[in-house]
């Protein structure tokens, strides 16, 4: 299984500028989670799907950011427009089951804000 | 809401044996989990309690008292590679998961 792919893996943008980030989970995978880490703030769900349904939105910090799931296999963080405190790695990670505690990481979006 | 708390840092040496703190409170329970992430890496999972007692995998132990509201991890025979940060979390009704601070790990020649 190749696991959670992310893409890019960096980015670097200026303020102003629409950033979208992608995200592959495991195939079989019903759950998938958005996550922000900064040094400030440590690890943060910003969001989480079920069968591509978004179920807790409550950690997006602002209508700026935006995420869809439009099918199994896919979804994307959008921010627009971007600023520099959005400056951070974004994870995706998934898990099978609500009730398995294991998350599968991706390796993770560093995003610059100039 | 949910909250975690961990040691910043802990610092040993090679062979030797540690453990890492974390003190929780939650408006629901569910277990405790530990997760591994090495620099520029993300976070790996490590281990899961979600009843009272100790858990055993290897060099790692995980331990879980639920009316104490704490939990640790133990990591025996300290090697170089165990230099990370380590982040208790807990799965929780609603807000789902959530990380603690997170508990960086220096291991000396």
């Known amino acids: 299984d190749a696991g959670v792919i992310q893409s890019p893996r960096h980015e670097v943008t200026e303020m102003g500028q629409e950033v979208t980030l992608r995200c592959k989970p495991i195939?079989?995978?019903?759950?998938l989670f958005w996550y922000r880490q900064t040094m400030m703030r440590g690890l943060e769900l910003l969001i989480y799907f079920n069968n591509n349904v978004p179920i807790d939105d409550s950690g997006m910090p602002e209508d700026r950011f935006s995420a869809k799931m439009p099918n199994a296999s896919f979804s994307t963080l959008k921010i627009q427009p971007s600023e520099p405190r959005d400056s951070a790695v974004y994870f995706c990670a998934s898990t099978p089951d609500r009730g398995t505690d294991t998350q599968y990481f991706g390796p993770g979006t560093r995003l610059t804000v100039l | 809401g949910q909250s975690l708390e961990q040691p910043s840092e802990v610092t040993a040496v090679e062979g030797a044996i540690v453990q890492i703190n974390c003190t929780y409170q939650t408006s629901g329970f569910y277990g405790l989990s530990w997760y591994q992430q090495h620099d520029g890496g993300a976070p790996t999972f490590l281990s899961y309690?979600?009843?009272?007692g100790l858990e055993e995998t290897g060099r790692f132990s995980s331990f879980l008292s639920r009316s104490d509201s704490y939990g640790y991890l133990l990591l025996q025979e300290l090697q170089m590679k165990d230099s990370a940060s380590y982040f208790c979390?807990?799965?929780?009704?609603?807000?789902?998961?959530?990380f603690g601070p997170g508990t960086r790990l220096s291991v000396l020649p």
């Open positions: 979390a807990v799965p929780a009704a609603g807000q789902n998961f959530v």
């Open positions: 309690n979600a009843l009272d």
């Open positions: 195939s079989g995978h019903d759950y």
